[in-house]
């Protein structure tokens, strides 16, 4: 894996780690940089789960749109999605757990 694909799961996994308040290997080891490096869209999902519950029906509706955007890049990992596909993705969920 490239240096730029184990920065971006980094990035991914401290976003996951201050949604759920934990640190690596918590939560049953699905915060944890090399699993997300593997497959960044189950970790998106993931984030996106305790804002879904208490998100208004617009937000809800967006996230369910993203979701549905993911699914095409689901069980790939960063490197064959594309650093910057991903980057793109990353914004995109960030937006969405404010």
Same mark, same amino acid.
Do not use: W
């Given at each position: 894996?490239? =240096?730029? =694909?184990?920065?971006?799961?980094?990035?991914?996994?401290?976003?996951?780690? =201050? !949604?759920?308040?934990?640190?690596?290997?918590?939560?049953?080891?699905? !915060?944890?940089?090399? +699993?997300?490096?593997?497959?960044?869209?189950? =970790?998106y999902i993931l984030g996106l789960a305790p804002i879904y519950v208490n998100a208004d029906k617009a937000k809800r509706?967006?996230?369910?749109?993203?979701?549905?955007?993911?699914?095409?890049?689901?069980?790939?990992? !960063?490197?064959?999605?594309?650093?910057?596909?991903?980057?793109? +993705?990353?914004?995109?969920?960030?937006? +969405?757990?404010?």
């Open positions: 894996m490239s =240096s730029e =694909s184990k920065n971006e799961a980094r990035s991914i996994e401290h976003t996951l780690r =201050s !949604i759920y308040n934990c640190s690596r290997y918590e939560f049953g080891g699905n !915060i944890d940089q090399d +699993l997300i490096e593997a497959s960044p869209v189950q =970790s509706k967006n996230i369910d749109t993203y979701i549905e955007n993911l699914y095409q890049y689901a069980g790939m990992p !960063i490197e064959a999605i594309g650093i910057d596909v991903v980057q793109n +993705l990353t914004k995109v969920f960030e937006t +969405l757990i404010k």
